[in-house]
């Protein structure tokens, strides 16, 4: 069961991705930009299991 207190971390763990992935990306391409996201999508899926 997952508990209150993991859900705030993760919710916390997919904010911090997203910021990352905007600032390393600005100028990048919607493609590139889809791509690191499904990256990223990937990690969280990988950390739940």
Not at 18 to 39: D, N, P
Request: no cysteine.
């Amino acid at each position: 069961m997952v508990t209150e207190t993991k859900l705030k971390r993760l919710k916390i763990d997919v904010v911090n991705e997203l910021h990352e992935i905007r600032s390393k990306h600005a100028g990048a391409s919607s493609e590139e930009i889809e791509r690191v996201a499904a990256e990223v999508l990937e990690e969280i899926r990988k950390r739940k299991k």
